[in-house]
């Protein structure tokens, strides 16, 4: 079993910064992405970032500029260092990773972390 442990969600005011860390762990064989999704309040789940094991970064482009994804994957971790926040980055967010299997491929994804950005 391969658990996502997500931290670093709160409340910020419009401006503030947050960073988010998820880790990976269990039986895990090679991680070929990871990355963040969230989901607002009657929105469908949309793709925040994401970084591949060669290094490949996607940004939604409502986001670029503002957010860095990095990973350690010595740690399995992935962070999403988030600047300048926006009353529209309020959701829930999500981390995901795709791993490569021997034979075949296999999605995880977290628990979710509420982020508010509210005066």
């Known amino acids: 079993q391969v658990q996502l442990v997500e931290s670093g969600g709160g409340l910020v005011q419009p401006g503030g910064s947050l960073r988010l860390s998820c880790a990976a762990s269990?039986?895990?064989?090679?991680?070929?992405?990871m990355g963040w999704y969230r989901q607002a309040p009657g929105k469908q789940r949309e793709l925040v970032a994401t970084?591949?094991?060669?290094?490949?970064?996607n940004y939604a482009d409502s986001v670029k500029g503002r957010f860095t994804i990095s990973r350690d994957n010595a740690k399995n971790t992935v962070y999403l260092q988030m600047n300048s926040l926006k009353p529209e980055d309020t959701a829930v967010y999500y981390c995901?990773?795709?791993?490569?299997?021997?034979?075949?491929?296999?999605?995880?994804w977290g628990q979710g972390t509420q982020v508010t950005v509210s005066s």
């Open positions: 269990g039986s895990i064989f090679s991680l070929y992405a």
């Open positions: 995901y990773i795709r791993d490569w299997g021997a034979i075949v491929d296999y999605d995880y």
């Open positions: 970084i591949t094991s060669g290094g490949s970064i």
